[in-house]
């Protein structure tokens, strides 16, 4: 069993940054940031293998989210940029304890944090 801790999370104006880390108590395969707004479904926000560094994003994080991992810390971050009110969500971290087929979608990962808030202000 692993467990996820996030934090970070918080009120933010519109533009600013956030920085979510997200330290597991073991080692996993796959480390991944998913978001859940009011109302919507949870998305896929990013991911990370542990061996590699290999990273994915959803289309509208380009360029301004970036997710990466310190393996000393055993701690993913997702570090947000120029952030939109439309980012205001419960962000997830989620770890993968094997290899799966779509890294994108929820179902292959196996332990989930208990969210962090994020609100951005207009």
Excluded at 17 to 29: D, K, W
């Amino acid at each position: 069993q692993v467990q996820l801790v996030e934090s970070g999370g918080g009120l933010v104006q519109a533009g600013g940054s956030l920085r979510l880390p997200c330290t597991a108590s073991g080692r996993t395969f796959r480390m991944g940031w998913f978001r859940q707004a009011p109302g919507k479904e949870r998305e896929f926000v990013a991911t990370i293998k542990w061996t590699g560094g290999i990273t994915d994003y959803a289309d509208f994080v380009k360029g301004r989210f970036t997710i990466s991992r310190d393996n000393a810390k055993n701690t993913v971050y997702l570090q947000m940029i120029t952030l939109k009110p439309e980012d205001k969500a419960v962000y997830y971290c989620a770890a993968a304890m094997r290899p799966n087929t779509n890294s994108a979608s929820g179902r292959g990962y196996d332990y989930w944090g208990q969210g962090t808030q994020v609100t951005i202000s207009s």
